[in-house]
């Protein structure tokens, strides 16, 4: 441990919390902050603040964001008959970057965990079926949680609940990934993605 | 490109820049912080400052410290006879963890490099002649660093200097690391562990 100055100790200390940065790697990023040009460390540091102080909750779809509704909820060039319910707010760009999907999003905040007691009620779930009750425009929910275990209870959960309001409930196809090779697939996998085949 | 709040993507764009923080991880730790309590990443961002405003470096050794001369060079109880030469400051730590060093440290600020455009003058070479040059006390200087190509040219460079002071002049072993195995070691560190046999 690192003694001759408390405050580079207490920034390894805080860097080390963050996920994916061990000890190692946070002693790294102090002393690279320590070279850094003063503007840009000082830069980073309100740029942390910034994003505490402004960024929130839509409170429509959960998403992040600096507006509530936010920019997605807002736009009228949406399509507002297609909600795609996904696990956290990191996941929103991932299929963002997608561009035959220009419908709406829902946030749920996390997934079905009984074991870690994560409930319905911890999740925005009964505000995506107000939502979805509420709004006549609505025709589909695509539920794009991941597809683990949990992932996977969570959207069972959440299709047998929209289904009977008479909305056609989707799950994103499972299968091989672009580019991938069958033969390191996993079992579960292949077996998904020969069930999920399609006609040419 | 995540287009929701300006103010995430400046973090994201931030925190990219450090060392070994891809685009990706980038976007975890931003939304990591989002979830953090506000006292935790209040925290983060007073540590980066205060980092800048209090910590420079020693006037002697030219480590980060707080104050100048740092612990180190103030402490009676170090052995002053003793120097060990490293890169960077970052390498003082890892030195220290040896409880059989008590000596003292010069920080060269890197190393020679004349492909990069850094020759002696960048680094504090010249402050470190000055110091075994001024001070009695001193018998040895060590040093360590790094096995690379450019650490081999900046300790042959800087034995040629502190030798004709009627100095030892030593380097730090290189040889098979503890724990390692023969079987995986590079032919060039297998033949310095061999030249670097000791008798039992």
Redesign the interface.
């Known amino acids: 441990?690192?003694?001759?100055?408390?405050?580079?100790d207490?920034?390894i200390t805080?860097?080390g919390?963050?996920?994916?940065?061990g000890r190692k790697?946070a002693?790294?990023?102090?002393?690279?902050?320590?070279k850094?040009p003063?503007e840009?460390?000082?830069?980073?540091?309100?740029?942390?603040?910034?994003?505490?102080e402004?960024?929130g909750e839509c409170q429509v779809c959960f998403?992040?964001?600096?507006s509530s509704p936010?920019?997605?909820c807002s736009d009228p060039k949406r399509d507002q008959s297609v909600i795609c319910v996904v696990e956290?707010?990191?996941d929103?760009?991932s299929i963002?970057k997608v561009d035959s999907f220009r419908g709406l999003f829902h946030v749920l905040g996390g997934r079905l965990s009984p074991l870690d007691g994560i409930g319905p009620e911890d999740l925005s779930i009964k505000a995506l079926l107000t939502r979805v009750n509420e709004n006549d425009n609505i025709k589909e929910v695509i539920i794009a949680t991941n597809p683990s275990v949990e992932g996977e209870a969570t959207a069972v959960y959440l299709s047998k609940l929209i289904k009977p309001m008479d909305i056609s409930v989707t799950r994103i196809a499972r299968g091989i990934p672009v580019g991938a090779d069958l033969e390191y697939a996993d079992v579960v996998t292949l077996s998904q993605a020969l069930e999920g085949r399609r006609e040419f």
Chains 1, 2 share one sequence.
């Open positions: 441990m690192f003694r001759s100055a408390a405050t580079v207490r920034l805080l860097l919390k963050l996920p994916g940065v790697s002693g790294r990023l102090a002393f690279h902050i320590l850094m003063i840009e460390a000082t830069g980073l540091a309100d740029a942390i603040r910034e994003v505490k402004k960024v998403n992040i964001s600096e936010c920019y997605i956290e707010a990191l929103v760009p963002e």
